[in-house]
């Protein structure tokens, strides 16, 4: 195939960096890319293109393979090492909200790193795949959506596109979820070990819902084709940033379950039939005082403790809650569905179980991960009158998992720590079942296979998907 196409477009990039990249390095990259314990077979040619896009990112960041989520090495794959996921800010405009209309450059350096070599990488895939695959390649490859937003200096529009489109089928794996666990049902009057046994009947059922779906028969049904290392690049990477974030969110899970287990399993010594007869307690002419709340609920903290809840602590706490109940309404959590609707629906119940728990967080100096990289320390305290409010999209997040949990594992109406467990661990094993499934049926397979079955797919809704996102690129279009 010849890319002399690819040298004219990259060499306004080439012309300024250094020529002198290591082979092992490019070996090694592709490697990565693309998920193999080895380097693949390409041809001269391309390699030799490789080589001027790698030289291009070494002149931006040398360490931008390992920031940008590009790569999924086959090692962590395998073995499930999730000490380098964490959430890149999903499509990449979502960190410039209406609170942070000109976020620093050192928040998305990831980000624009991977846009620029996913975009350089668009340059290089030939047209002629695109004409003979167009249903994977353009969807893919949002540079042909058309979008009346400019473009973004903090997204690709390949980017955008690639991580919808592995979001689009791992959320449909996921509501299989559904079906599969309504023959079993989880009610508050279930002992752990018969809620232990329909989350494993949910699981395996799940399991046999995913392995028959129609689209993975697509893709094993129809022969492979010879693609491009370009084409192979850009299925792989958004496959390999949707997995690792996938891993980020059950870090993120995992990370704040020891203190659920240990706010709930005090919560229970208490409370025996339901929160609702505890708040009636704490309610005076239709009022709720939330701070009594705690004090009944976690009688226990508070007397160990001793630290009162002062009119400003009390504030800060109202002020926190407020902020997680408005995120229903964030752009950023929309695909949250489920969480929304309970808060929009039950915003009294969502109040008082935040109450509990960022009660319990500010008597104990409980502290989350600092997700922001404007703030140099590690940790962020969750309740505190001398800190800023969370509000910042990736650490919100974390505050809506203490809440997400708390309330689809029935703490409302049964406080019990062994349950929360349980569901915590079903939600992971659900995610894990739909990244393998994504792992398995997306990296594995070529651009004639992935044509098939995207072929069919309801394509006015996956584009209304791209539009709604920040679609576009640094570069000059290219499939048009």
Known sequence: MNYDFARKALEPWWRKASHDVDPRSLENGLRDILSLEKAPPVSDEEMQIFGMLY?????????????????????????????????????????????????????????QLRRRFLDLVSLCVPREERERYPHILNLVDSHVVNTKKAPSPQSS?????????????????????GAAAFPHPVTPDMSTEEVRAAHEKTIARLQSAIDAHAWRVKIRDTPASDDSLFSRILVHAAVNRHCLETWAYEKRLMEVLPMLQRIFGEVSEVVRDGLSRAVQ??????????AALAE????????????PLTAGVQERIGEQVDALLASARDEFFEDESQLNEFLVGYPARARALLWIV???????????????????????????????????????????????????????????ADRLTLHAHLNSAIRALARSSLERSFKG????????????????????????????????????
């Open 445 to 480: 397979a070529s651009l004639a296979q992935l044509d098939a079955f995207v072929s069919n797919l309801d394509r006015r809704r996956y584009i209304e998907l791209v539009k709604e996102a920040e679609v576009g690129t640094l570069l000059h279009a290219v499939a048009s």
């Open 157 to 177: 529009g390949v980017d955008c596109a690639a991580w919808c489109l592995a979001n689009y089928f791992s959320e449909g794996m996921r509501l299989e979820r």
């Open 281 to 290: 307690q704490v309610s005076a002419e239709g009022q709720v005082d939330y």
């Open 358 to 416: 960022l009660a319990w967080c500010y008597q104990h100096g409980s502290w989350i991960p600092n997700e922001d990289p404007r703030i140099k320390r590690k940790n962020n305290t969750v309740v505190s009158t001398r800190s800023k409010l969370i509000t910042a999209s990736q650490d919100m997040s974390t505050l809506r998992r203490l809440l997400m949990t708390s309330v689809f594992s029935r703490q409302w109406e049964k406080p019990d």
């Open 296 to 307: 009944l609920t976690l009688a226990r903290t508070f007397t160990e403790k001793g630290k």
């Open 55 to 111: 030289a291009i990112m070494i002149r931006e960041n040398r360490k931008w393979l390992s920031i940008s989520q590009v790569a999924y090495p086959h090692e962590k794959l395998i073995n499930g090492n999730r000490d380098e996921a964490s959430l890149k800010s999903r499509i990449g405009v979502t960190i410039a909200t209406s609170r942070e209309t000109t976020p620093p450059v050192e928040i998305i350096e990831p980000m």
